[in-house]
């Protein structure tokens, strides 16, 4: 399969590749999924055992099997970044993928970020996300004031899956959820 993935699918991609390789080697596997989860979890002192600790770890499995599944052109048990890009820039992805991987993990990332309960995300929730709390603050703020779309202070779901979906779809360079996990 030979197509050309424009150049902001691939920067965006390119960004989330490198937050997912936990270790750094330039390859994900299954064990950079758990720890991304794993992190996550930490972050906001949600213990893996807990019910909304595993929901979180099944998301994150379920995303890593539905990539080894559809992603793994070499059938090596990895993905490359080559592999990694195609998959998420395809016709499948686009399609179905989406909802069962990241669309998932929007929902069980908003069960835990919101520590208060109001079922929304605060500023302050926000910056704790790991690979967001890395980010600098101006930045941060930036992200967050475009993805808060109704100016409401804070994010609702809508705003979260919305974001999400900017992020893995949009050819837009100026989708706010291009700026998920900070600039470009
Ligand atoms: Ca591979
Ligand atoms: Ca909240
Ligand atoms: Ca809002």
Redesign the pocket.
């Known amino acids: 399969m030979t197509f050309a993935v424009p150049d902001i699918l691939t920067r965006k991609f390119d960004k989330r590749f490198a937050l997912f390789d936990a270790d750094g080697d330039g390859v994900l596997t299954k064990d950079d999924f758990e720890a991304a989860a794993v992190r996550f979890l930490a972050a906001f002192g949600v213990p893996a055992g807990s019910a909304k600790g595993r929901d979180v770890l099944a998301a994150y499995a379920s995303m890593w099997n539905a990539l080894i599944h559809s992603a793994d052109n070499d059938s090596d048990g990895q993905l490359s970044r080559a592999e990694f890009v195609a998959y998420l820039a395809g016709d499948e992805f686009r399609t179905n993928g989406y909802a069962v991987t990241a669309g998932r993990i929007a929902e069980s990332i908003l069960a835990v970020c919101d520590t208060d309960g109001d079922g929304?995300i605060s500023y302050e929730e926000f910056a704790t996300i790991p690979g967001i709390s890395a980010l600098p603050d101006d930045e941060r703020r930036e992200a967050f004031g475009r993805l808060?779309?109704?100016?409401?202070?804070?994010?609702?779901l809508g705003?979260i899956h919305a974001a999400q979906r900017d992020f893995y779809n949009s050819t837009d360079p100026d989708a706010p959820g291009n700026l998920i996990f900070g600039r470009l």
């Open positions: 929304r808060d779309t109704n100016a409401s202070g804070h994010l609702e705003e």
